[in-house]
């Protein structure tokens, strides 16, 4: 009878560098010093088995071809590959990696960020892991998964082509620096009557890249205040259909409050209620 192989977000390769490379950005952000950096540049070097295994989930997950055999070729090289890799060492590696992360970040927020090539990575990794452990149905699950998404990306590409972006990369560094300061102040200007609350959440949902607990904190802090200060425009209101729209606005707030990690929707919800805030204080003159 053959064991399961059961994927670990904390011991795949791929996850662990995508985690580590959102975490510097928001490092950056916050001005923190370069922790998420220099545990990049310690573990996923060349020279690492880490950075060794790294490559063979980067060559899956980007290279494409037209036809499933040219995918499965290119699979059977890889995995050629990946059994040279020293795994006592890849293990112990892994294990410093995640202590040392563990040591300088919430582990639990580090890795609650949600992973947009998650099925991706859980197939190579499993298969991977086929190699010591006896699955074929897992193996067989996994590798067609990623036959899927070496074929499927290259179609994708070829439809998704478009020429401006193409110029657009082909142009002058100094264009391109161009085009994104006329874009950056066409967005200041399109946004530039947003309130200090709206413009502070837009600050968090963009700091909170990879710490998605600190942002539903926030969120859910943020709403039980809204709908306290919506509450407390309730007496003055004198007309009876607003006051019934008030009320079921009050009601729906509810929902800021679902859910384990903050969706697109309840961060746009959440500026909505600001902005019905500031146009309750306005009528009121406050």
């Given at each position: 009878m053959s064991n399961k192989i059961k994927h670990s977000k904390v011991r795949n390769t791929g996850i662990l560098f995508e985690l580590l490379t959102r975490q510097i950005t928001a490092d950056i952000i916050e001005n923190r010093d370069g922790l998420a950096v220099n545990l990049l540049k310690k573990y996923f070097s060349p020279k690492t088995q880490l950075g060794k295994e790294y490559e063979l989930?980067?060559?899956?997950?980007?290279?494409?071809?037209?036809?499933?055999?040219?995918?499965?070729?290119?699979i059977n090289a890889v995995m050629k590959t990946y059994n040279k890799i020293?795994?006592?060492?890849?293990?112990?590696?892994?294990?410093?990696?995640?202590?040392e992360i563990k040591n300088?970040?919430?582990?639990?927020?580090?890795?609650?960020a949600r992973i947009g090539n998650y099925k991706l990575n859980a197939s190579i990794y499993k298969l991977f892991e086929s190699i010591t452990i006896s699955d074929p149905s897992s193996e067989t699950n996994a590798r067609y998964t990623i036959v899927e998404s070496i074929t499927r990306k290259k179609m994708v590409e070829s439809v998704k082509s478009n020429k401006t972006i193409e110029n657009y990369k082909k142009s002058e560094?100094?264009?391109?620096?161009?085009?994104?300061?006329?874009?950056?102040?066409?967005f200041n200007k399109k946004y530039k009557g947003l309130s200090g609350s709206q413009r502070n959440l837009l600050r968090k949902y963009i700091n909170n890249i990879s710490n998605t607990n600190s942002l539903k904190e926030f969120v859910e802090k943020e709403s039980i205040e809204v709908k306290k200060q919506l509450q407390s425009f309730l007496p003055n209101i004198d007309d009876e259909v607003t006051s019934i729209?008030?009320?079921?606005?009050?009601?729906?707030?509810?929902?800021?409050?679902?859910?384990?990690?903050?969706?697109?929707?309840?961060v746009i919800t959440l500026m909505r209620y600001y902005q019905l805030l500031k146009e309750l204080k306005d009528v009121a003159g406050k």
């Open positions: 989930y980067r060559i899956l997950t980007t290279e494409t071809y037209n036809s499933e055999s040219k995918a499965n070729h290119l020293n795994r006592s060492e890849l293990r112990r590696e892994k294990y410093n990696l995640v202590n300088t970040y919430k582990i639990s927020d580090f890795f609650m560094k100094d264009l391109r620096l161009l085009t994104y300061q006329v874009l950056v102040e066409k729209k008030l009320k079921e606005a009050i009601k729906q707030s509810d929902k800021l409050l679902r859910g384990r990690i903050v969706e697109d929707s309840q």
